[in-house]
């Protein structure tokens, strides 16, 4: 008798525990629920609010062993239909070591874009959205991506603002005014969103292009930390939802949550970045596209492979 008094109170226990974890659980999901739409209720108009389809289906395979690996697309775009892509990266993201890699693939690079024969591979975002941008890094590089994400000028300064909203400090080695709407004074500075989107665009510089890719991963790394430091696990769903009109994302909500849940969580590792074409594997070159910079492709192929497959702790 005193067995069968201890088997019931033992399911009675086990069944509390259990209606306790499902309560939790939903009060935690009704909590990010509640606070992704507080922040899309408190976000000005973007060009996604709407998550319009406006893109073509997206054929990237699942992320495989916790590797995903996105393409972040900075679009041109000043209201065309066909704009090219101003910003060309892929982040990997490793979901058992909680730690994120950066590769740049330089807008000039002589690539063949599937049905457009050889071209800047800036052009793929023009001739076919996210989905040939894919096509074009998987033919040329053997690199598989899962999802996109793509913001234009106006969605980085809004996202910049929404993320470090004390701004990010960079060490501007020399004036920069030309072609950025702005001058931006030498020395250690704060800059916001706008002003962030200018330094990140100059390119009349001694390394033109070179040093704009240099300042564009500075600048996504140092807005990966602020994020981290600044804004606590309990805001990340709003700060998503404030995020989310200004960028075009086939991300689901879930899986971002848990990606920016790891980078905040997570041990904090610098960044590691690469940039394609790597050192030695290119020359300049004028072809009927313009200027281009035609690349060593085996070399550039490995390069890159190697940089996305080779993350600590996988």
Avoid at 80 to 89: G, K
Avoid at 114 to 142: C, W
């Amino acid at each position: 008798m005193k067995n069968g008094n201890r088997t019931a109170r033992s399911k009675r226990q086990l069944g509390t525990l259990f209606l306790t974890l499902f309560i939790l659980i939903g009060t935690v999901g009704g909590y990010c629920v509640y606070q992704y739409k507080s922040g899309l209720s408190e976000a000005d108009e973007g060009p996604y609010k709407e998550d319009e389809d406006i893109f073509d289906d997206f054929l990237g395979i699942e992320p495989q062993y916790g590797e995903i690996n996105i393409l972040l697309v900075g679009s041109d775009s000043r209201g065309e239909d066909h704009s090219r892509s101003d910003t060309l990266m892929i982040a990997h993201y490793n979901q058992h070591s909680n730690t994120m890699k950066l590769a740049s693939i330089m807008r000039d690079t002589y690539v063949e874009v599937p049905g457009h024969g050889m071209q800047k591979i800036n052009s793929a975002f023009a001739y076919g959205g996210p989905e040939l941008v894919r096509r074009t890094i998987k033919n040329n590089f053997d690199v598989d991506v899962n999802y996109y994400a793509i913001a234009d000028f106006e969605g980085f300064t809004k996202i910049v603002d929404i993320v470090a909203p004390n701004g990010i400090e960079v060490d501007i080695p020399y004036e920069m005014s030309y072609g950025i709407g702005m001058t931006l004074q030498p020395g250690k500075q704060v800059l916001h969103g706008r002003e962030l989107l200018g330094y990140v665009r100059f390119r009349q510089d001694r390394l033109s292009d070179f040093g704009r890719v240099e300042r564009q991963q500075e600048a996504l790394s140092k807005l990966k930390e602020q994020a981290a430091s600044i804004h606590s696990l309990l805001n990340l769903p709003k700060i998503l939802g404030m995020a989310d009109p200004y960028i075009g994302t086939n991300v689901d909500t879930p899986t971002l949550l848990s990606i920016g849940k790891g980078l905040i969580t997570g041990k904090s590792k610098e960044m590691e970045s690469i940039r394609i074409p790597v050192q030695d594997s290119y020359e300049n070159a004028t072809v009927s596209a313009g200027a281009v910079l035609k690349i060593d492709l085996d070399k550039n192929r490995e390069a890159l492979k190697s940089f996305l497959e080779s993350t600590e702790g996988s």
